[in-house]
């Protein structure tokens, strides 16, 4: 098992920028080992998913509303994974996860594939 924490949530403004940290810690294996996600939540939708930084090879890949506006990388020697929010709009106001699985191969992964998770951190965006 590893530990997720993420950090860096926050009320910004239409067009603004946050930037996503989310730390692992644990017994359950390397970092670069899993592959890390950032889910969203908003209140009455099912989860989904934002962009996912593999464990092989730095290939990533994003939600189409997404693309060019976030960035996902990570730091193996920090255990930290990151999303770069920028040019963000009201739609993309939810609750952040981090999530992490070993050895997963799949894109775009369902919720369902991961079994390490963090406690969410609070994106809210005003118009």
């Known amino acids: 098992q590893v530990q997720l924490v993420e950090s860096g949530g926050g009320l910004v403004q239409a067009g603004g920028s946050l930037r996503l940290s989310c730390a692992a810690s644990?017994?359950?294996?390397?970092?670069?080992?899993?592959?890390m996600t950032w889910f969203r939540q908003a209140p009455g939708q099912e989860r989904e998913f934002v962009a996912q930084?593999?464990?092989?090879?730095?290939?990533?890949y994003y939600k189409d509303s997404v693309k060019g506006r976030f960035t996902i990388s990570r730091d193996n020697a920090k255990n930290t994974v990151y999303l770069q929010m920028n040019s963000l709009q009201p739609e993309d106001t939810a609750v952040y996860y981090c999530?992490?699985?070993?050895?997963?191969?799949?894109?775009?992964?369902?919720?369902?594939?991961?079994?390490?998770w963090g406690q969410g951190t609070q994106v809210t965006v005003s118009s």
């Open positions: 644990g017994s359950g294996g390397t970092f670069s080992t899993y592959s």
């Open positions: 999530a992490a699985a070993r050895f997963l191969e799949a894109r775009y992964s369902s919720p369902s594939s991961y079994s390490n």
């Open positions: 930084f593999s464990w092989s090879g730095s290939r990533t």
